[in-house]
RNA sequence: GCUGGCGUAGCUCAAACGGUAGAGCAGGUGACUUGUAAUCACCAGGUAACCGGUUCGAAUCCGGUCGCCAGCUCCA
């Protein structure tokens, strides 16, 4: 499920709201929704006047809008977009009031033949015989739907189509490709004007961006997707990774490392080679075939293999961060967040039957805290068995039961995914969302029935014979590439002090000052702060204004005031001019700040 | 992969009609010796994504390839 019908399929069954934009935009939901929805309407009746012959798809309300598909030769440019804007303006002003019609399934059969469009009789056709049918009439223009709609056309106000696009009819790759139109709309101009606004401002901190500007990563077309990280980037890579070790140290997981590439034949007995093919990469060396990793389960198993096991190891936390390649199709590599190579911050749990419950609530409580330290918003998802899946249904229910069990037991609130789950087993999935709110999985706990019978697991137990250990997949950033694409978004480039790249630049007044900021540079140095001078010839507010850019949290003027006292003249990125402290106070702080992950700064208010 | 759009200097962007590419920032040099978001001057920077075609002449028109953007499908 793409991120644009996941939040159609999350609007149409109100599992879930995104709360935070509701409260800023202060509009009903529930009006807007038939608002939007009479909105498409009226944009239909636009296209279809502008070009005749055009067939109708669907055209629901969305979360920030609208839109409606168009079967048609001719391409809707988007230069033609005002045009229909302007046609839709003309129906809004000629006030046509919408007016609901029942009628029978045979009644609603002749109107939409006459009117040839096809995709409407499809749909017809998947309705109960005898069923009553309920059609929205607007001036010459009628829809099949079910309503509610505003009572006419001149109660839309404030509306803007957006953008052009191909969708497959029915959202299937095999059904033809229609346009789709979007366009959003609001109960006020003001609304409008705000909503679009807050699109320009979301756009700003596009972590694509914002990794050019901050010099984190760049993609070449020498490999699509495959992301180059900049010293910054790993600056903030390796904090993050730290980070994780200390956690998983802490939470009873050992740490290995398997190799990027291993013999195909491994691939075959893992399963991978006849459900997931299409997305690796093979090599030969020598006279064999090999295949670069698309997971790193595999090589994990080998060494679970190299030597017996006792049911007293388990449970068995095995971490690897392993890197990995996919083979994405061209059309959805997308920045840092979706990409060919990524690292998986991976663990593979072995562990007894009876232990699946609290395995599963051990990692739902870890990934809890590692959102929390970055104050990220989540929604968890439960994905059921796809249809491109191996083993038996027992070990699927059971695998299902388990996951649902866990998150009842926890009494966290989730969203069913049915069909979505990994080739070997269900999951539970993190999802966080990006600047314009597309949705993107993060972190995953996937149980896996399949990987220990095929690769013949075995431990001993207390009555000294061979059973079959449950295995766990489980990450928490998910990937690491990806997640560090969604902090760039979250904090707007702004990291908290901990993950900066640069954490305090000294700026000395001038050159009589260089030396003694460089001493203080050298001291913070020495603690394992990052830190660096700008001694270039250049007047302060120009300083200042790089470092800005830069989003560096703290900023120190060192000037003959600051000499005499062993003081610092401080600077926040956003708190501005901070007054002097106390060069060794200063120190201390900051080197608790860090210590403490704290995503705000020391300095009060 | 599919649909549509786009690809000009490191970055952000210009240049009616096809007439031989320009600015700001960044970079370099010099001057200035700087107190909280841009000091001044000068210099250097482009095989116009790549390949082919039309034309006396192509950044501009046409075709192909690659990449990027939005969406669809798919996914960590």
């Not at 934009?21 to 929704?33: G, I, S």
């Amino acid at each position: 499920m793409g991120p644009r019908t996941l939040r159609l399929y999350i609007l149409e069954t109100g599992v879930f709201y995104l709360e935070k934009k509701k409260e800023e935009l202060e509009v009903d939901n529930k009006n807007l929704e038939s608002y939007r929805h009479t909105a498409a309407h009226v944009m239909a009746q636009a296209v279809k006047r502008l070009y005749p012959g055009v067939k109708l798809g669907i055209g629901p309300a969305i979360e920030n809008g609208f839109y409606y598909d168009f079967d048609l030769e001719e391409k809707i440019k988007p230069e033609a977009l005002p045009r229909i804007e302007e046609e839709m303006k003309k129906i809004i002003a000629e006030d046509l009031p919408l007016e609901k019609e029942v009628l029978s399934k045979e009644e609603a059969y002749e109107l939409l033949q006459k009117e040839n469009e096809a995709y409407k009789l499809e749909l017809l056709e998947e309705m109960e015989d005898g069923e009553q049918v309920t059609l929205f009439r607007q001036g010459e223009f009628f829809d099949l739907c079910r309503g509610p709609h505003l009572e006419s056309t001149g109660k839309l106000k404030a509306f803007k189509l957006l953008s052009v696009a191909g969708a497959y009819w029915r959202g299937d790759e095999r059904n033809k490709m229609l346009q789709r139109i979007y366009g959003t709309a609001f109960m006020d101009r003001k609304e409008l004007k705000k909503y679009l606004f807050q699109l320009e401002e979301a756009k700003k901190r596009d972590h694509r961006k914002l990794g050019q500007e901050l010099d984190l990563f760049s993609l070449h077309e020498e490999g699509p997707g495959f992301p180059f990280l900049h010293p910054n980037g790993v600056s903030i890579w390796n904090e993050l990774t730290g980070y994780w070790r200390q956690l998983h140290q802490a939470h009873g997981y050992e740490e290995i490392r398997t190799p990027l590439i291993l013999n195909e034949e491994l691939w075959h007995q893992s399963g991978h080679w006849d459900n997931y093919r299409e997305n690796m990469y093979f090599t030969r060396i020598d006279e064999d075939n090999y295949a670069i990793r698309p997971m790193n389960c595999p090589g994990g198993v080998l060494i679970f293999k190299s030597r017996p096991h006792s049911y007293r190891e388990f449970p068995m936390r095995v971490a690897e961060l392993g890197l990995v390649h996919r083979h994405e199709l061209s059309g959805v590599l997308h920045g840092l967040l979706r990409v060919r190579s990524f690292h998986i911050d991976d663990a593979h749990i072995y562990m007894l039957p009876h232990q699946v419950t609290d395995e599963v609530l051990g990692v739902i409580h870890l990934a809890e805290e590692i959102y929390n330290t970055f104050g990220l918003k989540y929604r968890l998802e439960l994905s059921t068995r796809p249809e491109k899946s191996m083993g038996s249904e027992e070990d699927w229910d059971r695998a299902e039961e388990a996951l649902a069990a866990a998150l009842k037991k926890r009494g966290l609130p989730y969203q069913l995914n049915e069909g979505d789950g990994a080739f070997y087993g269900p999951k539970i999935d993190f999802h966080i969302e990006d600047c314009l709110g597309r949705s993107w999985q993060l972190g995953t706990i996937q149980l896996d029935f399949q990987l220990p019978q095929r690769f013949n697991l075995t431990y001993i137990g207390s009555d000294g014979e061979e059973h079959q250990p449950v295995l766990l997949h489980r990450a928490l950033f998910g990937a690491l590439e990806r997640f560090l694409g969604i902090l760039v978004e979250h904090f707007a480039g702004a990291f908290p002090t901990w993950l900066a790249p640069l954490q305090v630049r000294f700026i000395p007044i001038g050159e009589k000052h260089q030396e003694y900021a460089l001493k203080l540079c050298n001291e913070l140095k020495q603690e394992g702060l990052r830190a660096d001078v700008d001694d270039r010839d250049e007047k302060v507010g120009y300083k200042i204004r790089q470092a800005q850019k830069e989003k560096v949290p703290y900023m120190l003027a060192i000037g003959d005031r600051e000499m005499e006292g062993g003081q610092v003249s401080v600077r926040h990125r956003h708190k501005g001019e901070a007054g002097q402290l106390n060069f060794a106070r200063f120190k201390e702080s900051l080197l608790q700040e860090v210590r403490e992950k704290s995503l705000n700064t020391f300095l009060e208010d």
